[in-house]
T-cell receptor, first 110, second 114 residues
Framework: QKEVEQNSGPLSVPEGAIASLNCTYS??????FFWYRQYSGKSPELIMS????GDKEDGRFTAQLNKASQYVSLLIRDSQPSDSATYLC??????????FGAGTRLFVKA | DAGVTQSPTHLIKTRGQQVTLRCSPK?????VSWYQQALGQGPQFIFQ???????QRGNFPDRFSGHQFPNYSSELNVNALLLGDSALYLC?????????????FGEGSWLTVV
């Protein structure tokens, strides 16, 4: 079982729709959760971090965490073509390393 | 405020050669992590340096080694290069405190082994 699992996609949504990206993790002791966006040929950039169960909103982005289900999600409202990228879920447990999923490719159709 | 800087941005090496990649952390950060990202994959943790010591290591062979300098900058060395070492090498920096520390990436170094 992979430590952090994501659907590789591609996930295709029309412009203006809500994109929903999901991630599960295996270590119940995980404490910190992150979403990064990576454009083709570029390095990952941080979108959001979340540490407690529930929702956290930042502009068009909402991160959701359910530790009991070991599940993290990212919602992107009013999706734009510029949101087309790979979204990486990342998790940190008690150690020092941050573990990444393989990423979900999102394509927003104009 | 300077972000994480890496050099070189692109390089081509021949199998069996050695390569050194360099990283300067974001201002105020003292911890440096290195990741390897193959095409279509997520970043894979190589190791992390703090206080000039390797603090944690991922599942990479001893051909991969590193160093951290007193000014917190870091180097990644890869010996006896294999074709499979071709990847984007990412440096990430963070502060030293707590599990909530967020890592920030540099632009990466693209390594091609031929």
């Amino acid at each position: 079982q992979k430590e952090v699992e994501q659907n590789s996609g591609p996930l295709s949504v029309p412009e203006g729709a809500i994109a929903s990206l999901n991630c599960t993790y295996s270590d119940r002791g995980s404490q910190s959760f992150f979403w990064y966006r990576q454009y083709s040929g570029k390095s990952p950039e941080l979108i959001m971090s979340i540490y407690s169960n529930g929702d956290k909103e930042d502009g068009r982005f909402t991160a959701q965490l359910n530790k009991a289900s070991q599940y993290v999600s990212l919602l992107i409202r009013d999706s734009q073509p510029s949101d087309s990228a790979t979204y990486l879920c990342a998790v940190r447990s008690g150690g020092f390393k941050t573990i990444f999923g393989a990423g979900t490719r999102l394509f927003v159709k104009a | 405020d300077a972000g994480v800087t890496q050099s070189p941005t692109h390089l081509i090496k021949t199998r069996g050669q050695q390569v050194t990649l360099r990283c300067s952390p974001k201002s105020g950060h003292d911890t440096v992590s290195w990741y390897q990202q193959a095409l279509g994959q997520g970043p894979q943790f190589i190791f992390q340096y703090y206080e000039e010591e390797e603090r944690q290591r991922g599942n990479f062979p001893d051909r991969f080694s590193g160093h951290q300098f007193p000014n917190y900058s870091s180097e990644l060395n890869v010996n006896a290069l294999l074709l499979g070492d071709s990847a984007l090498y990412l440096c990430a920096s963070s502060g030293s405190g707590g599990v909530r520390n967020t890592i920030y990436f540099g632009e990466g170094s693209w390594l091609t082994v031929v």
